[in-house]
């Protein structure tokens, strides 16, 4: 590469500086990308690059792999029903204590990079208050929780004094109890909460394609209101839904821009906020 | 109790409370205090307490026996050297899952109980860098760990904001990997970085006892220069030592007053601070 | 007493530190609480204990019974018309010195006891702004004046910089003139100004007796909707019914809770905004 | 006088703005200056002038012929040792009592002409701390004091919020008692405490008169050095001799400068501060 | 002059310094009083004493002569259509030349008598955004514009910090072209802008005359309302007219009061700011 | 190129971005790339980057040929003494207008790139204060000057407040008149008098050339000690040589490394910033 494309690449990322100057971005940090190490320390550089440029990156990670992979080694016994595991309580003692070290792993990587992460969960501070969610058929199944409320005084602070906040699924009731949530609707309520400009959600797929079997189909951009059409031709199946609907919740609390990113692609973030680079779908008002 | 003799506690408790005003309290919490469920709520009403009237408390929590009940649940066999668990990897990683969940767990009773805790461990923006430390002989224990440096910023910033910091002893090395600290140790340290005004250790024994066998020979006050005869005439001996010895540190950085409480008697933290009362021992200058 | 009682005694209180942190209490001293050494002391530790809980107090104080006496030293006559002193020039003078020497007094007395004092009379800052009043059938009085506006810049001034204000109540005219303010008036236009949580009124009577003659029949809450009834009903008459009258007043204003404490008791302010003890009676909205 | 007269009296007082703008200038005001009605009106004028152009005013006044006067009609006799009034109790309590008067006449006066006065006594935040002073032969004369600390804490909170704090002389004990001091030491310390840039002194005489009776003797400069040679000479003597004191006083705490100014004239005060008029004598390093 | 006159002009000023307190004024200066030397020491010995005095001061300055003479010496002909001159590009870069160096000079001027200037152009930090304007037939005259928007941050960040901001009446196109624009227009539009409590035009006329001929028949105020029949009298005409239609802008954008002044007698901005003098025309709402 | 590639040069960026956050860097800016459209794009763009990442950039620009040919076009002749301009008054006034209009050029296509730039010359609030300086052999040149003091406030709040500062190289003497300083001494003395991180020094050859004819003949550092060989061996000679001078200069002022650049490689200036791109020669301690 020459000096003067060098350059230009730089040059090119500007008017992404200047638009993001102070914005806050919350991305959803899961999958492959949470799995591998080299996408994982590509992820982190991206956070730490964002913050020394002015913009506050707020991550809410899952875990799903690391949490079989416990309960597995202690014996427990998970049951699904309509897909969401039943968490019973020493399910979710377990959750919390691998969630937890999951969290500092990565804030202590941030921190290694050159960064000030500090990794929270939603019982710091109330930050996420929780509510017990109910299965398909209005089954009970244990402590899975959905957000009712973020209490987001605790992320400015550490926002504005210059750290990086990363922050585990789970959630406190009013009855004290936790509260296992779903990663991408914490990263969708929290987007709202902190008035975010922009919603990341990382995934192991392009982003939507057309034709599911054509990488080459992908739609850069889908707008809100052609999403139900998406969904009855079928384009729109499946995990991606709940990650679409967060974007729209998000969306409608007003989030300018959310989008789903292949987070097996190295700095997909980076190349998503500071380039022209077209890198998986963006769903659009 | 009549009207005037409630007020006459409020009133005792005026002095106290003008002294510490604006004044950082660093409390080792562990032991029988931290299984109790009574005890327990006794000590986090006291830090809100504590709290609400203008001191900053911060809290170090140990975990010991927690540990040892998940190790041998998932099978992972303990091997001692010198009183030192030896901490390989597997292991580590256990300790630091246990911890997290005991943070969070004691975060979440002082959100119950009215004040706003922050859970943190020795990772979060490089709290507690740590380097590993050898067991008696020099051999490799593995990834235990001892204090080299705290950087207090963020602690402080959550103290300003109004939080109780609740800090896990895991510290993270020049090398990033996570080192398990003995939390007397760390409490010592921490309360020597935040120029505490004091130190509070809770224990399981009535403090330092002049025999052993009779409570009624509790020595209310130490001064650090009598240390050598004690240990001497065997008063002082076992884990009281190591307890000692991080009340000597932080004397010898600039704390003010010291003390090795008992945790079974409930609220000593608040009689110990807010009134006359002769709980425990004090290590002076 | 043993420590598990103090101990409770504090616990009782932090619930009424949390509800009033940061919240301005309005105090009218005055009678018996003024005279007596011991009362005088009592009511100034209160003082000093709430600000350092982080309430703000701040005093409006009466001066009867040495006026009158100073008046009588100097030779000159009073007269009355329908309870009110009429005050010329040279008793307004008099007034004015005895209230400003007990002002001083109160003053020097908090700082004795830990707290930092700050006298101020109506004068200053144009903290108080006086119109004359007229007597019963619309005679002139002389300097006796009521409150028309209340520029409580300064007073919110000293209490953020960690004062305790003591103020007199004489108000200055539009002319330029001093005014003698019936000090209970001041105490609720103060409360009001100020956007104070709590106006206290101390009396030297156990508060509102449903039965004059028997202290049981102490009435612990009165609602504003009732008042007319009680006064038809003669329970409440004479000197109280100013006190209710800025109690109400007050609660137009916004404060949240009025109260009518016996001044007799020692610690009744502590008492009242610090535990359970059900001390006077209550004027609620 | 033509606009370019008025306008060469502003252009006139341009650098002496400039000069002390920031700048606090402690002024001893009594004498005739506080009994003639337009005196007094010219005095409050000048101090509300220099706030308004940026400079901070700092009154500390007498009171003595009122102070007989009440004496006199409560028939409280006054013995006087070397000058010194022998201020038992109830001559303290009556001192206190006329100053405090005095105080807040000259606090609403400032209001009345537009600016936001304050009156304090020493008793304020403990403002003065005085010691029992001894007459002549180490006689106790009472109640009558010297400074011994100043904490200057409240008054540069209300100069920093723009009000003009007026100090009545009354000091408080280590022991909580009253003291009765000479108002020009107290000025003095105050100009030292507060750091000041000038302390100007009113009396009732020229200046210092080379010749003490012919006015146009007048020396408008006179060196600390050279002050002992003008009392061998018998230019210096009287009650001019503690006012000469203080000033010297001053100068070695750090004033700039001092002046002892013809309080008959009227607004001497603006002609020395704003104008290259000479008025009375400057006591120079 | 006695002291007591000058006393008294002092005194005069009193009440203004009070009223302008904290407030901007906007001074268009242009004419004679920028070309002669005695003219323009008074003109800057205004400006200083009113920022001494805490009033807020901001200039625009014209620059018509010079521009002509550096025009001929270059050679440049210039060509007028309606009394505007047609601003081709070369005549435009000498227009930003000239107006740049008077900038600089008036602040320099201001820097020596003790102020801090800080010299500005429409340029800096975009704070006159200006569009072409048309000749009076819709002619093109060039780079002659009009304000379109005034972004005044920076001229309040100087202000704010102690600084005089002086500004040459040049804007810059949303193209990034420059246009040269009236001063009168630009100074009614930053005193707009602004929110300022004044707004003076120096003119070399004595203000508006009711009889073009006769000096003494000024009209010291006239009414917004009254403008129009002024014009059909005829009493208004001419380079009045755009004066007192920025004049009217100013006042229906919220300036207090507006003035047309004669700047040819010294010091004719103090005159009108500080005392009780009629200079010159006031517009009034 | 790849989007990993794309990416790479953004993480390369990122020590440099965190190295330099909040750090102040002085560029000299002159010849070459402040005539060459293209080029003066190209430095503009890299200071509004810059700033978008957190690093405050402050530029010094000269002037040379534009001065001439206005100096021409006035028919004003230059004399040379020793290769300073024999600069008289007539010619003074054409430098500063001149320098005036290049100076809100440069602000101006700051402004148009998106970054807030502010011109200023060295007579806005006294920010270079200059005196005479003499030729070679003490000879009167004229206006030519050399910085005496600078005042760095102005600069300090404007960098403050988010503004690119631009500097023309006009000094103020003590005797109000101008002076026409060399721009690499100004842009030094800038440097040293704001603490500067970094000085970069934009000039019209490659660097420092072991052989003046061979561009690969290139030195990457040059240490200060080693400056007096260089001498010696004619490697460093003409104008070179006050360039090492003003380098030399501020790093025995504080500044942290000195750079001399070549102009002509376009983004030079983001090239030694954020890349580990050798360019130009670095002057080094």
């Known amino acids: 590469m020459t000096p003067l494309e060098k350059a230009g690449v730089l040059v090119e990322a500007l008017p992404y500086i200047k638009k993001f100057y102070g ?12 799995i591998n190490d080299q996408l994982k320390q590509a992820v982190v550089t991206d956070l730490v690059l964002m ?3 002015g913009i506050h990156p707020v991550v809410v990670h899952g875990g799903g792999p690391e949490i079989t992979g416990m309960l597995k080694r202690l014996g ?8 969401l595991r039943v968490t019973d309580s020493p399910t979710m003692e377990v ?6 070290k999951l969290n500092k792993e990565i804030t202590s990587l941030i ?6 992460g500090v990794g929270l969960s939603g019982k710091d501070a109330n930050l996420i208050i929780a509510a017990k969610k109910l299965g398909g058929e209005q089954q009970d199944i244990g402590f ?23 922050i585990s699924p789970v959630g406190v009731g009013r009855d004290g109890e936790s509260y296992n949530i779903n990663a991408d609707y914490v990263a969708g309520a929290m987007a709202k909460a902190l008035k975010a400009d ?21 739609l850069s951009t889908i707008k809100v209101q052609d999403i139900p059409a998406l969904v009855d031709r079928g384009v729109l199946q499946g995990g991606m839904l709940p990650k679409v609907d967060c974007c729209v ?18 700095h997909s973030i980076l190349l998503e906020v500071f380039t022209d680079q077209g890198i998986g779908t963006m769903v659009a008002p």
Do not use: W
């Open 23 to 34: 914005k806050t971005v919350v991305i959803k940090y899961g999958g492959h990308a949470m």
């Open 76 to 83: 427990i016994e998970s049951q699904f029903v309509g897909g």
């Open 144 to 166: 899975v929780g959905e957000v009712t409320e973020i209490n987001p005084g605790l992320v400015e602070t550490v926002l504005k004094e210059g750290y990086i906040p990363i």
């Open 51 to 53: 913050k020394f440029v």
């Open 198 to 218: 922009k919603l990341i959600i990382l995934t192991d797929v392009e982003g939507i394609l057309e034709n599911r079997h054509d990488p080459s189909s992908l």
């Open 249 to 266: 919740e998000a969306i409608r609390g007003g989030v300018n821009s959310t989008h789903i990113l292949d987070g097996r692609v190295p």
């Open 95 to 100: 959750v919390e204590m691998v969630l937890g």
């Open 111 to 116: 921190n290694r990079l050159g960064g000030r």
